[in-house]
């Protein structure tokens, strides 16, 4: 199949004159807008069984959306410039606010990108483990022996206090007022990100009301944290993100203006910590109902390695996916995906759960096999957890040293308990898909 994707003016359809629209979705708007929102996993089941693996649905926010599975298609996705494919819209920037890098586009979005990526990988990963471990440690104190309890909210607190301190460095009352802040303006927030906002005389009442109020405190609370930070005599050695962005932060010249600062920072301690706590929880179900491979990391724990650990993190990430669905939108006036032609201002979305599931990829891809990634990276177009492209995850890297940290300090103390329990179903809080039973597991210390 020919994979290019290109811009093309709409003179151009008779030099290639093969082009074809992707199959439509002929239900009324509603019923599939309800498939998509409440029922997605079934629905694209039954619309890929029907259509293949490129077809348009029309959905509420989204509007004409042609959905991608095929990894060939995916890689051209991925593959094309932002002038081609934009950013979605709308976009997790309706959330945190406009300076948010969900919402940027082009330079802007590029230089965005160029600031914070180091805060995020190679050096900058190495001094977070010993926070990782602190925080896993601190947290697994006191848990039940033999008791089975969910693993979702021990996740999300170690997560949420490792993306504090990372972000903030050291602790103090600022971080105990964001610790209790963030989870309900998370929950909130997942469920109406993608809702046009009401009118401003209308937004006092309801969730944005509330949403607004916490959105107050968190910028006040950053504002003292940011000032501390810039009067901060030992600001240069300092380790965390804010320090970083406080030295370095300057958009294509211009200085960051506070507002934009206070985004980008909600935006960052937001997607940096409950995607990776229900990849934790999500892990843990899986190993509960899989012995060989639980015996196998704990043999590996005690030896002091790490390749098979990294491959059971890639492989939850692939058969439990966190984030199903990566947005772009038409810019071009056209543009080609493979052999289809997509007009101008669609939707384009890569439907990451079902590439991940595609039969094709992955044999026998509902079973959950770390071996599939020993001695191969999982990686774009057929492994996607992170998205791809000019707008892959920023925190990729650091998501992945959190778990395996989080994995091995676990599995360094406690025993976990398998049994033939049934597999969880997926719960999806709006953004991030967890397990819809927290992740119960049964632990005992290890001696
Ligand atoms: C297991 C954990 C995580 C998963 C599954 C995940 C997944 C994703 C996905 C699918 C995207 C969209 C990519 C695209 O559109 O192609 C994304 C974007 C993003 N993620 Fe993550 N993420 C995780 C952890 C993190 C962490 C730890 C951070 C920050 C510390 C983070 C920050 C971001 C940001 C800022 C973007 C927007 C990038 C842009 O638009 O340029 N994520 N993530």
Same mark, same amino acid.
């Given at each position: ?37 409440? /029922? #997605?996993?079934?629905?694209?089941? #039954? ?101 089975? /309890? ?18 903030? &460095? ?9 610790? +209790? ?54 600001? +240069? ?80 990430? #692939? ?55 020993? &001695? ?24 992945? +040293? ?25 719960? /999806? #809080? ?18």
């Amino acid at each position: 199949m020919r994979v290019t994707i290109a811009a093309v003016v709409d003179t151009c359809e008779t030099s290639t004159p093969n082009r074809l629209s992707p199959p439509v979705v002929r239900s009324p708007k509603l019923v599939q807008g309800v498939g998509f929102a409440f /029922f #997605r996993r079934k629905a694209m089941q #039954r619309w890929i069984q029907r259509h293949g693996r490129i077809f348009e649905i029309n959905i509420p926010f989204f509007g004409r959306s042609i959905v991608v599975s095929d990894p060939d298609l995916v890689r051209s996705v991925c593959t094309a410039s932002a002038e081609q494919l934009a950013n979605v819209q709308p976009n997790l920037g309706n959330w945190f606010g406009p300076g948010s890098v969900f919402g940027l586009d082009d330079s802007t979005h590029r230089e965005r990108r160029r600031l914070l990526a180091p805060a995020f990988h190679g050096k900058s990963l190495h001094s977070y483990e010993q926070v990782i471990v602190a925080e896993t440690l601190r947290e697994c104190a006191n848990w039940p022996e033999g008791q089975e /309890f969910r693993m979702l909210e021990p996740m999300n607190r170690i997560t949420l206090n490792v993306i504090l301190r990372t972000i903030f &460095g050291a602790d103090g009352p600022e971080l105990d007022t964001l610790r +209790a802040l963030i989870p309900p303006y998370m929950k909130l927030g997942q469920l109406i990100a993608f809702v046009p906002a009401p009118p401003s005389w209308a937004r006092r009442l309801g969730p944005w009301g509330r949403l607004d109020k916490l959105r107050a405190t968190f910028d006040r609370t950053a504002r003292t944290l940011i000032a501390a930070a810039e009067s901060d005599p030992g600001l +240069a050695d300092r380790p965390d993100v804010l320090a970083f962005l406080v030295r370095n932060g300057h958009d294509d010249g211009a200085e960051m203006s506070r507002a934009d600062l206070c985004d980008e920072l909600l935006t960052l301690i937001c997607a940096g910590h409950e995607t990776t706590a229900s990849a934790l929880a999500w892990t843990f179900e899986r190993l509960r109902r899989h012995p060989d491979v639980l015996v196998e990391l704990a043999k590996e724990v005690d030896d002091g390695g790490g390749e098979f650990r990294r491959a059971t993190i890639a492989e939850s990430l #692939r058969v439990r996916t966190v984030i199903d669905v990566a947005g772009r939108r038409v810019r071009a006036p056209s543009a080609d995906i493979g052999d289809w032609r997509i007009p101008q201002d669609r939707t384009v979305l890569v439907r990451i759960a079902d590439l991940h599931g595609n039969p094709d990829v992955f044999s026998h891809p509902v079973r959950f096999d770390p071996d599939r990634f020993c &001695g191969t990276k999982a990686a774009a177009p057929t492994w996607l957890a992170f998205g791809g492209g000019v707008r892959r995850c920023i925190g990729a890297d650091f998501a992945i +040293a959190e778990m395996d940290v989080v994995l091995r300090t676990v599995l360094q103390n406690f025993r976990i308990r398998t049994d033939a329990a049934a597999d969880e179903k997926s719960h /999806f #809080r709006g953004i991030a898909h967890t397990p819809k039973l927290g992740g119960r597991v049964t632990v005992n210390r290890r001696k």
